[in-house]
């Protein structure tokens, strides 16, 4: 069965780095387009980046572009995404998600 699992979280000072990674397995990873989602408390689940299967193309969300890059290893079946000059606002859940898959999330904490 389609498994994403999430690791990297943490609790990281303003303007710190984290580097997220997403291991997939049950499915052909490298023919489908993966994500990164967030739901902060209180909030809707958002888009934060997507890479397509072929040629890499990404795509990133306005409140995030310029910090934050989405990658993939399509030999190691897994997603990853770098995140820089992290801010208090980018505190929440980061979710990976495939199709109609989501893996179980990882939280990312940034606060002095």
């Known amino acids: 069965q389609v498994q994403l699992v999430e690791s990297g979280g943490g609790l990281v000072q303003p303007g710190g780095s984290l580097r997220l990674s997403c291991a997939a397995s049950?499915?052909?990873?490298?023919?489908?387009?993966m994500s990164w989602y967030r739901q902060a408390p209180g909030k809707e689940r958002e888009l934060v980046a997507s890479?397509?299967?072929?040629?890499?193309?990404?795509n990133y969300a306005d409140s995030v572009k310029g910090r934050f890059t989405i990658s993939r290893d399509n030999a190691k079946n897994t997603l990853y995404l770098q995140m820089n000059s992290l801010k208090p606002e980018d505190t929440a859940v980061y979710y990976c998600?495939?199709?109609?898959?989501w893996g179980q999330g990882t939280q990312v904490t940034v606060s002095s």
């Open positions: 998600k495939t199709l109609t898959y």
């Open positions: 049950g499915f052909f990873f490298r023919i489908n387009a």
């Open positions: 890479i397509s299967a072929v040629g890499g193309a990404t």
